[in-house]
């Protein structure tokens, strides 16, 4: 393996953890209320749990770090949320389809949440929302499933945010991401089943991102404006509706890795040729590439860390 190609796998491989670090809270262990761990159980999911059970005994979990309300009726959860206890230690919340309307003040008591979750609360008033989390160290916010067309202009307070999930909303405007581009950390924005023929052109002025998800969606190509995201490293556009590999991915400065997957595409432009193009990996599986345009590119990709075609 030669220096250029170490430096390309240790870029990708550090990608591929920070990429990984949004979730990686989420898939371990994961206690429910009728366990009897009090003292050792860091993970505890109330999804849809008996209040009653959960007034008894959630008090006497004194290491939560991850706690999943999802379900919960939306009345109740401020006195849920007040009988946390060593609240400081909590770094996730799942609050998911508990029909929220307003966020409990309460949830101020979790001085360290990194990860806060509202997947499908359509109705919550998100701008009053991010006005009482503000002051949290959030660092990954899911807004998956909300009926949002834009995002609400006071999530530019969480200043902290790293990671954003806008899956399943309805940012078609071309100004419906503005408020993306005042937050200084982000890097990883999901824009995945959101019935985009074309990209808000606001995505373009979020410069600091480095890994875009725009997944299960109706897109044809990719502008020139993708240029734009000069630090972008992965982009996930599989499930849209390419012909063409577009060819802007063959000039973008420090684009690493690409998934295009299952995808119409016939055709591979000339310009992605491996001396000139950056890319170290590309998935283009499940797409309509004859047989001998696929060994073309077999050949000439030949040094990429990751080519699935």
């Not at 029909?99 to 998100?126: M, Y």
């Not at 982000?186 to 089943?193: A, C, R």
């Not at 991915?249 to 420090?254: A, E, G, Q, R």
């Not at 684009?255 to 997957?261: D, F, G, R, S």
Request: glycine share 2%.
């Amino acid at each position: 393996m030669g220096i250029k190609t170490r430096i390309l796998f240790n870029i990708l491989i550090l990608v591929t953890l920070c990429g990984c670090e949004t979730y990686k809270t989420f898939y371990k262990p994961t206690h429910t209320i009728a366990d009897t761990h009090f003292a050792t159980t860091q993970r505890l999911n109330l999804s849809n749990a008996h209040q009653d059970s959960i007034a008894r005994l959630l008090p006497l979990h004194k290491n939560l770090k991850f706690l999943n309300l999802s379900g919960i009726a939306a009345p109740a959860l401020g006195t849920i949320l007040q009988n946390v206890s060593n609240p400081e230690r909590l770094k996730v919340l799942i609050l998911d389809s508990i029909g929220l309307e307003t966020l409990p003040q309460e949830i101020q008591r979790f001085s360290n949440l990194k990860q806060l979750s509202l997947n499908n609360n359509p109705k919550l008033n998100f701008n009053a929302a991010f006005g009482i989390v503000k002051h949290l160290p959030l660092v990954f916010l899911n807004l998956q499933n909300n009926e949002l067309r834009t995002v609400p202009e006071s999530i530019q307070e969480l200043t902290t945010l790293v990671d954003v999930n806008l899956t399943g909303n309805k940012f078609h405007a071309d100004n419906s991401l503005q408020p993306l581009k005042m937050l200084p950390k982000i890097k990883s924005l999901w824009l995945t089943d959101n019935n985009l023929s074309v990209l808000p052109k606001s995505l373009y002025e979020i410069t600091t991102l480095k890994a875009l998800y725009v997944e299960h969606n109706r897109l044809t190509e990719l502008p020139e404006a993708l240029l734009n995201l000069k630090k972008l490293w992965i982009l996930h556009a599989g499930h849209n509706n390419f012909k063409i590999l577009p060819e802007v991915l063959s000039k973008m400065d420090i684009l690493l890795l690409v998934h295009i997957n299952n995808c119409t595409i016939a055709h591979i432009p000339d310009s992605f040729d491996s001396k000139t193009s950056k890319l170290a990996g590309i998935i283009l599986d499940e797409n309509k590439l004859p047989e001998t345009t696929k060994a073309r590119w077999r050949k000439a990709w030949s040094r990429f860390f990751i080519l699935s075609i």
